[in-house]
């Protein structure tokens, strides 16, 4: 599925229809260069499910985990952010292992150096500039 958008207002759809596209799917693997709109979407996501808390980068921190209700019980996202790391090595490190293998969302920015440890069901979405405020959104 291809989108494209031109604004910020969009995003709630495409989180909506990503979703829908992910059907029962909780990996997904977001590609894109540096300021494509990554964290923004992912922001959205978070929004569209319903969480407590305000998505933001976990550039740092590598993994921020945010939780929501879904049929009334509480159900978490792990937003991870692997832009710093340069070893696989270091994703076992902090359990990457886990967080593939629960069974909640998990929402990976940067995911080339992990590509090896991908479940084959994940839901690869990639961003892409098509010009100054428009983005092409790709979900495979």
Known sequence: MEME??????LPEVAERLLAYA???????????IGAGKTT????ICRQLGTEEEATSPTFA???TYS???DGREALVHHM?????NRIEETLEFGIEEYLDDPYFCLIEWPEI????????VVRVRISAAGESVRKIVFL
């Open 23 to 33: 059907g029962a799917r909780r990996k997904l693997a977001f590609y894109g260069e």
């Open 81 to 85: 952010d692997l832009y710093r790391v």
């Open 5 to 10: 958008i031109h604004s910020a207002e969009e």
């Open 114 to 121: 992990i590509e090896a440890l991908l479940p084959d069901d």
């Open 68 to 70: 929501y209700r879904s």
């Open 41 to 44: 979407l992912i922001r959205a």
């Open 62 to 64: 590598l993994v921020n």
